[in-house]
């Protein structure tokens, strides 16, 4: 505790004695004055202490000059220059030299100065979103990939495919493959590249699995933002206008759409239900509060039923029944 005190006392006493030069230790050129080292006085221009810097440079480098104290000398000119070159760091040394009392503010601005980004922060931002962007389609286009490998694998869409290939005139003749020296590996190549094809053009991938699309990216949406607040704005202005000011009945569109949001899909979500589920529900009205009601209660109803059959919900029950939180048991080890 007491050395602390004395270490204290010290770093205080250090500050006070060069604060009176106007110095301050540990900061740009420390206990010697940056002005001093390059031979120039504060009102010289910028010229002058660049041929000055240059001047003692050569003068100093440790090639050319074999003092002792030749690097620490070439270092201290190099450290000069580098305050007084930049106009925003030499008025932070000159603000320094005026007002040495003011500690904390000099260490804070010359310490904000080093650390701060000497890249553009645009530019970061701008590589940030350009990568997340590349790592989006390269993820989208393997998971898609392996979608249409898995479907070549499955019996079902290979038969479909070949079926569509050979009505199509798409896919190759064995007979004519042999006679043009193919080998059984090479025929069997081209037959699945066609088959590949074929079942890329016509399957239809929803969800996670979907083709990609470049204007999906991270980057694009971001350009796209502007058109996309401006439709919905024209969207919503029209909507109100039309059902809330004039009462015109909602046609198929707009009864799919207040479903899908009343039931919490998302467009994907709803596209991949089956067309008869989709017209059961837009049948029921749910964007009518009762209806909303009845039909929440109903699923509510169905759900319990459903685990009220279930083995599994049956033991958790019984678990709970006799081993849950509101049962204190001892046991013994």
Not at 128 to 137: E, F, K, P, R, T
Not at 188 to 209: D, T
Not at 229 to 243: D, I, R, S, T
């Amino acid at each position: 505790m007491v050395m602390a005190v004395v270490q204290l006392t010290t770093f205080y006493i250090v500050l006070l004695f060069y604060g009176v030069q106007g110095l301050v230790p540990g900061l740009y050129c420390g206990d010697t004055n940056c002005y001093d080292v390059l031979g120039v006085t504060r009102d010289s221009e910028k010229s002058e202490i660049s041929k000055s810097y240059r001047r003692l440079a050569i003068k100093y480098h440790p090639d050319r000059y074999k003092g002792a104290d030749a690097e620490e000398k070439f270092r201290e000119i190099a450290t000069a220059y580098e305050t007084l070159k930049n106009e925003d760091e030499r008025s932070d040394y000159d603000y320094m030299l005026d007002h040495p009392e003011e500690y904390y503010y000099h260490y804070y601005q010359f310490y904000r100065r080093r650390m701060a980004p000497q890249v553009d922060v645009r530019i970061v931002i701008g590589a940030v979103i350009a990568i997340i962007s590349i790592v989006q389609y390269v993820s989208w286009y393997q998971s898609y990939h392996s979608a249409i490998s898995y479907a070549l694998q499955q019996a079902r869409y290979r038969t479909q495919a070949k079926t569509v290939a050979k009505e199509t005139g798409v896919f190759p003749d064995d007979r004519e493959l042999r006679k043009s020296g193919l080998t059984k590996d090479e025929i069997k190549a081209e037959e699945e590249q066609v088959l590949r094809r074929v079942i890329e053009q016509n399957i239809n991938i929803m969800g996670g699995y979907r083709k990609p699309h470049l204007w999906d990216v991270l980057a694009l949406q971001l350009l796209l933002c502007p058109y996309y607040g401006v439709h919905y704005l024209a969207w919503y202005v029209q909507w109100v206008w039309k059902f809330n000011f004039n009462k015109c009945p909602y046609g198929d569109e707009e009864k799919a759409y207040l479903t899908r949001k009343r039931v919490g899909l998302t467009n994907n979500q709803w596209q991949l239900l089956e067309e008869t589920k989709r017209r059961d529900l837009i049948k029921k009205e749910l964007w009518i509060n009762d209806n909303w009601v009845v039909y929440k209660k109903q699923q509510e109803e169905e759900t319990r039923e459903k685990l009220a059959q279930n083995t599994r919900h049956k033991q958790y029950r019984r678990y709970m029944k006799n081993h849950g939180p509101s049962r204190m048991t001892f046991h013994e080890d």
